[in-house]
């Protein structure tokens, strides 16, 4: 038993977990605009996940040369392994692909990295990070696709980017909420300036656009509808139900499920 949570531990502080959800949007974006399956688009988005998180997560370890444990040295090498294959992924793309993923690259180098020593990284801005995730998530899993197939960026597409853009945005209202006991004060994330009921709010009320939208779409899919009706009282739940005594699993593991589960509604309704 106490194998399985360690394998299990390793599997969601390697960012396996997060990567799965990255890809199962990618997939959604593919099955909306009847995209054929591209090996090279989910393969680029899913090691690039592992490589970014874990990079993000860890590299303060390595650059101030703290103490290393043994799972984060097989996380290490997990996350090796991964970068060679998101590069051989990212080499395989189109050339357009390619220069529009390095705005994604430069954002996550700079989201971890200080440019200048001891200054902090626009991670440590106040306010700056839940758009910065939230704009590469939606970009990486819905215009990425798009382009690497030769479609043009038209309303639909767009509208698809606004509501993975406003759904991530709610699901990080959620970690927020989940950390906040162990935030520093000095990152000042909603909950810390609001408070949790409004935050709560406000993640709900975000929803209200992210359902909306659908019907700007240029043809109205009254399946998409049904399976966002669900999806949107699925997060509701998640929010409402957060507080700051929630284990880390219950944002590490079933939040980021909800793009997973997501999915699997779209492949059994639409």
Known sequence: MHGIRRLFNFYLNGSIHVAIA????????????????????????????????NFIKFESFFRKKKPIWTELKLIAILSIVSLLLFGYFFLQLERVTQITAIVFFVLTFLYAVPLVSNKPNIRNWSGIKIYIVAFCWAGVTTLLPMINSGIE??????????QRFLLVITLILIFEIIDLKNDDLALETVPQKIGVKKTKIL???????????????????????FINAILVAITSLFMLFANENRSQYYTSFWVESIPV??????WIFG
């Open 22 to 53: 990255v890809l199962s949007l990618v997939l959604m974006t593919n099955h909306m605009f009847q995209n054929p399956f591209d090996l090279d688009m989910g393969g680029f988005a899913f090691f690039g996940t592992i490589f970014g998180y």
């Open 153 to 162: 960026i038209y309303q639909d597409i767009f509208i698809k980017f606004c």
């Open 203 to 225: 993640g709900i009320l975000l929803l209200v656009p992210f359902y909306f939208l659908e019907f700007f779409k240029s043809e109205i899919d009254t399946n998409q509808l």
């Open 261 to 266: 589960f997501w999915l699997f509604l779209l």
